[in-house]
């Protein structure tokens, strides 16, 4: 982990780049794909959905506030989002334009005005601060 600053400018610029966009997310669907048949399941992504923290209340502690078949509900309805045209799997075009629609998301909260986030090492946050660093170098 690392403290970064970074802006909506940032994190669209990087989405905006489709060679590298591309690079990160199909790095990370590779990743994700443990059985490598080029489709990610709901058991393969189920780990990478409940890292995002959805319900994050405080500096990392999370209010018990869900039962867990309220948790697996919540979850699998992400999974869903992903699952574009509803067959049970995720293909690579259904992640990519997710990850682009979230990562659009996260540049509209976080606005024009910089701030300080604390970014996971390979996160697609990090990718897009260091790859603005490169282009300011």
């Known amino acids: 982990m690392s403290v970064e600053i970074l802006d909506g400018k940032t994190i669209r610029s990087f989405v905006e780049d489709e060679g590298a966009f591309n690079s990160s ?18 058991s393969e ?5 409940m890292s ?3 319900l994050d209340k405080h500096f990392g502690v999370d209010e018990a506030a869900m039962s867990p078949d ?6 699998r309805g992400l999974y869903a989002r992903f699952d574009h045209d509803g067959n049970g799997t995720v293909d690579l ?11 659009l998301a996260v540049a509209n909260g976080i606005g024009f005005l ?7 090492e390979g996160s697609f946050l990090k990718v897009a601060v260091d790859r603005e ?3 300011a170098a």
């Open 25 to 42: 997310v199909d790095g990370r669907f590779a990743a994700l794909d443990t059985n490598r048949d080029g489709l990610l399941s709901y």
């Open 45 to 49: 992504m189920a780990k990478e959905l």
């Open 52 to 54: 995002l923290r959805v």
């Open 70 to 75: 309220e948790l697996v509900q919540l979850y």
């Open 93 to 103: 075009d259904e992640f990519r334009a997710e990850m682009k629609e979230v990562m």
């Open 114 to 120: 910089p701030v300080q986030m604390v970014v996971e």
């Open 133 to 135: 660093l490169a282009k």
